[in-house]
């Protein structure tokens, strides 16, 4: 193995944690997508922490909230796309981590905050937010979509055409 | 290894090596991980059986429709906040079929409504005029109107005297010639009209009146009642800028501008604030349990909180009632207010036997009865379910060092009623004024006694104004 390269069994095992992330962004998106009427609002307002002002600045006005509700719905559905097939792998998972931290930022477990969202488990600072940003920030820098993934093709092809001189 | 975008990372052949074709093995490690969205696809798709499975059993859970129920083609007039509400109830109700939309708000209200219905498999048309809709629609049965309370008497009397039946939100109207109106024209037509004061069908609030206070007699004589509707502060509606509503149609159907379209139950002429938006529900009760119309009505009230040009009404209003009834004296206090929404709302009727503490919701305050210890015993009346064993106060409650004063009165037991609605609040109501169509049932709100609570509420906002103890005469219950 090269210094810098991932060997095959790490390669999949990353391939595999992009897929499942992938999976659950997808299915967010769509979920939302589908409902009678979903929105964001709820979400917004119960915002805590530092920010909550900006978010709940968010959700004020109508037009603001729709495009917040648009943005998050189709956001959430084409990032996991990406990940799931490794279409755009770079721009996905960079997107992905900026959504999650706006999530993490929302409602952020700091000491002495207490709220209803999450209404499960325990957490210090740390949560499942945070955890899937990192493995996003992961998936950000293995590149795993040239691996496997559409990025392969595109990028084969690109090369291909854009840059016949290199070879 | 990241930056590193040249190298392909296991080392393979493909793109590493710049212009070298595309060969198999690229194509199939690019492809690699399209199934997982094929096996994504599988799995979303169940779920989406499965929720719609739940759905239809969720209406399924009522006694299974006679295969010989007669279907009855239903439009809804008013397809906001309420009227959404109401047909969220009607989804639950067998043995309709609806048939129109009708709604102003065309871009908004009405394509929700019609997208919902379209989904559950209704083939409706929407409408922005109600006379259009009447024109056309000939088949209708019934028409549930759920629009401002100053469109209730014109669309009423015009689904009336077109043959409809119609089920209309309260309050009934905002004017006692409105509200007469629309009894004549029900009268005139023998069509039925049900007022939408739901609690009249809730079960908890039937059980209490037949079997608790008819029955039982568990209060003995109701001397005093009280009640509220507290309410937090909420910003005014908005609505999304590219939905809005072209002037001349707003002036068309009587509303000065957007906000005040989206906003009218606090505009005067078009609603009644709070106390009818609210207190109109519990007030209803008030007469209902009591067997009586009030003699007198004082009340304070003003717009303490909200900014006047934006709200017209009161936004906090109490007052009180006097009651002859047929037991004696009553006084009925009532009090709403929209700047905090703590203790919610519930009625509460004290006799000098027991209290009935009772509300439409199932979170807080849902219904109780306390004996005053100086009441006969009501074991009878837990042995035939008629209300829970007692729940006795809990000693280790009480702090040990607090010294109860012997003038203070023994804290009564309290009984629960045992009561629940699992459907939506408006269900039962919506179900009576169905089964009364088919003539199975009778209204349990027909426009008389809407009349009666629109002339007990709306008194309130006139004594308000004339910061003087009001009467009501007999006759002017009577239309």
């Known amino acids: 193995m090269k210094e810098g390269t991932l060997s095959r069994v790490q390669m999949v095992t990353v391939v595999a944690l992009r897929v499942l992330i992938g999976w659950h962004f997808l299915y967010e998106g769509v979920s939302k997508l589908t409902a009678d009427a979903w929105s964001a609002k709820g979400y917004l307002l119960q915002s805590r922490g530092p920010l909550a002002e900006v978010f709940r600045w968010m959700a004020a006005d109508p037009e603001r909230l729709a495009t917040v509700d648009q943005l998050n719905m189709w956001g959430l559905t084409l990032i996991g796309l990406g990940l799931i097939l490794g279409c755009f792998t770079r721009l996905a998972s960079a997107s992905g981590i900026v959504v999650i931290l706006l999530f993490y930022l929302c409602n952020p477990p700091f000491v002495g905050y207490f709220y209803s969202i999450p209404a499960e488990g325990s957490y210090l600072i740390v949560n499942k937010n945070l955890v899937e940003l990192a493995a996003l920030a992961v998936i950000l820098v293995t590149g795993s979509g040239r691996a496997a993934g559409l990025d392969r093709i595109i990028h084969g092809l690109l090369k291909k055409r854009d840059r016949p001189a290199d070879s | 290894m990241a930056h590193d975008d040249e190298k392909d990372q296991d080392g393979g052949p493909g793109s590493g090596l710049g212009g070298k074709k595309l060969d198999r093995r690229d194509v199939l490690l690019g492809l690699s991980t399209v199934p997982a969205l094929g096996l994504f696809g599988e799995a979303w798709r169940k779920q989406r059986q499965y929720d719609q499975a739940q759905k239809e059993a969720a209406a399924e859970d009522a006694p299974p429709p006679p295969a010989d129920l007669e279907e009855i083609n239903v439009a809804l007039l008013g397809s906001g906040a309420q009227g959404q509400v109401l047909l969220d109830s009607m989804l639950r109700i067998p043995g309709l079929r609806f048939r129109a939309v009708c709604d102003i708000w065309t871009e908004y209200n009405q394509k929700r409504a019609v997208r919902i219905l379209k989904k559950y498999k209704f083939d409706v048309n929407g409408y922005e005029d109600h006379r259009e809709m009447l024109d056309k629609e000939k088949d209708l049965d019934a028409v549930v109107i759920a629009t401002p309370d100053f469109w209730h008497a014109p669309h009423t009397v015009d689904c009336l005297e077109a043959g409809k039946h119609v089920y209309c939100e309260k309050e009934m109207s905002n004017t006692l010639e409105g509200a007469q109106r629309m009894v004549h024209a029900a009268r005139e037509t023998g069509k039925l009209l049900q007022i939408g004061h739901q609690r009249r069908s809730h079960p908890r609030y039937l059980h209490s009146y037949e079997k608790l206070l008819q029955e039982a007699q568990l209060l003995g004589r109701i001397v005093t009642v009280n009640g509220q509707w507290n309410r937090a502060v909420s910003p005014d509606l908005g609505w999304p800028e590219r939905y809005t509503i072209p002037d001349a149609r707003l002036k068309q159907y009587g509303f000065k501008s957007m906000p005040q379209f989206r906003n009218w139950r606090w505009y005067k002429g078009l ?209």
């Open chain 2, 271 to 479: 609603g009644g604030g709070p106390i009818v938006d609210l207190g109109s529900h519990q007030i209803d009760i008030y007469n209902w349990f009591l067997g009586a119309n009030p003699s007198h009505v004082i009340a304070s009230g003003g717009l303490d909180y909200h900014d006047p040009a934006t709200h017209e009404w009161y936004d906090t209003v109490m007052t009180v009632y006097e009651f002859e009834t047929a037991k004696g004296p009553a006084r009925a206090y009532y009090q709403t207010q929209t700047t905090n929404g703590s203790q919610g709302y519930y009625e509460t009727f004290m006799g000098d036997q027991g209290t009935l503490v009772i509300s439409e919701s199932e979170a807080a305050n849902s219904g109780s009865v306390y004996r005053d210890p100086n009441a006969p015993a009501w074991d009878e009346w837990v042995r035939r379910g008629y209300i829970s064993a007692p729940k006795l106060q809990e000693q280790g409650q009480k702090d040990e060092d607090a010294v109860l004063d012997v003038r203070e009165s023994v804290s009564p037991d309290e009984h629960r009623i045992p009561v629940v609605l699992r459907d939506p609040y408006h269900q039962p109501h919506l179900q009576n004024f169905f089964d009364a169509i088919r003539g199975t049932a009778t209204l349990h709100c027909p426009p008389e006694v809407g009349y009666e609570t629109a002339v007990t509420v709306l008194k309130v906002n006139e004594a308000i104004e004339a910061k003087e103890r009001l009467s009501f005469r007999p006759e002017e219950f009577e239309v």
